[in-house]
């Protein structure tokens, strides 16, 4: 059911005229009716592991003469925007180094749009909330002022990282998407996260986010320190300071906050429980008018303080979500969001883009950004 509900929505979308990277209201809308419907009625409860070795030209010549001894193939993980592979012939000899091209990366993102497509065992049918979830907490360590943390490194692969609890139940998304580095391994951790994220959202009908390579993979020495992420328990003060830390604004924290439009809480991971919107795997502003239309309430539960909808109490919201409509500098970002899909979307996009790529020593520039067609 989740599957036929996702491809419906995926034809309705694709088979109209796009003068831009948007969907229109009007279609968001009827989406959103008939994923409402199929959601009430067959949902699934639930939520929405080396480094790489250093750069050195002598370990480039090291690998040069393995390659001439007849040795396996030999990959670089270079500071030059990507990783290279020393490819050879059948007869052993080395042919050339291998440089990534945007067709390269096209490729590994239509492998994770078809795992996406099909692995649909996952909450509500989809991967893809828990993918966005793994890129978002991979970039979001980010501090300005020691300029650890980000996306540069993938140290969630160890244990530090891996076992703090705003981390919990993104093994799942990492295992998932161990097929495509196996498939091409000449690609980074760092990478990989970060363009799954972008697939993810561009695969469940959100905008196209411009991406670019050039992130490595660390060792366990550089994982960053537990209580970085936002802690949903907490309210306004606690998002300027987590956000403000990686350098956003008001503005910045809503559209990004946005993201909740997608997938759910386990009571296993974070203590909370439910989705935020009726659609969690598809992208929209309905976590902006849900927010403003619905009556929301405490709910009475024995776990965490959490809010729940008046109208079918099977949504929730955090109250991290609810101090964005307490405090009025958020709320008014909020409205806009509401009022309008097409601003959301073009000011999510940007700031996904700063988010995925914080801290990352790029040797490229922000114009040789990748944009990549979604599946058809």
Not at 206 to 214: Q, V
Request: hydrophobic residues 35%.
């Amino acid at each position: 059911m989740a599957t036929a509900a996702r491809t419906f929505t995926r034809t309705i979308t694709r088979s109209t005229p796009i003068t831009s990277t948007f969907r229109t209201t009007a279609t968001r809308n009827a989406r959103s009716s008939l994923t409402r419907q199929t959601f009430q009625t067959s949902s699934r409860r639930g939520y929405a592991d080396s480094a790489a070795p250093k750069s050195s030209r002598a370990g480039l010549y090291w690998g040069l003469g393995l390659a001439a001894v007849g040795g396996a193939g030999a990959y670089f993980y270079l500071n030059n925007g990507g990783v290279t592979h020393l490819k050879e012939s059948s007869s052993g000899e080395t042919r050339g180094i291998f440089t990534p091209t945007k067709e390269d990366y096209q490729k590994v993102y239509r492998a994770i749009a078809k795992l996406l497509e099909e692995k649909d065992e996952y909450d509500d049918g989809s991967y893809g909330p828990v993918i966005v979830r793994l890129a978002w907490h991979c970039s979001g360590t980010y501090d300005k002022e020691t300029g650890t943390g980000g996306s540069n490194g993938a140290t969630m692969r160890f244990a530090p990282e891996g076992d703090h609890g705003a981390n919990a139940g993104l093994k799942a998304a990492r295992d998932f998407l161990e097929p495509v580095k196996q498939q091409y391994p000449w690609i980074t951790y760092s990478d990989l996260w970060t363009l799954a994220g972008v697939c993810a959202i561009q695969e469940m009908q959100g905008p196209i986010i411009p991406w670019r390579p050039g992130r490595n993979d660390r060792d366990v020495s550089m994982c960053t320190p537990d209580g970085r992420l936002p802690d949903g328990s907490k309210e306004q003060s606690h998002l300027r300071a987590i956000f403000g830390r990686m350098g956003f604004d008001d503005r910045e924290i809503v559209a990004l906050s946005g993201a909740h439009a997608l997938g759910r809480c386990h009571t296993d991971r974070s203590g909370f429980d439910g989705p935020w919107t009726f659609s969690p795997t598809v992208m929209s502003n309905d976590y902006f008018r849900l927010l403003l239309d619905e009556k929301w309430g405490v709910r009475k539960w024995d776990g965490p303080k959490q809010f729940q909808d008046g109208t079918s109490k099977s949504l929730m919201m955090l109250p991290t979500d609810m101090a964005l409509i307490k405090d009025k500098e958020f709320l008014k970002h909020v409205q806009r969001y509401a009022k309008d899909d097409q601003v959301f979307f073009s000011e999510f996009r940007d700031v996904m883009v700063k988010l995925l790529e914080l801290g990352v020593p790029f040797a490229s520039k922000e114009e040789d950004r990748m944009s990549f067609t979604p599946s058809a």
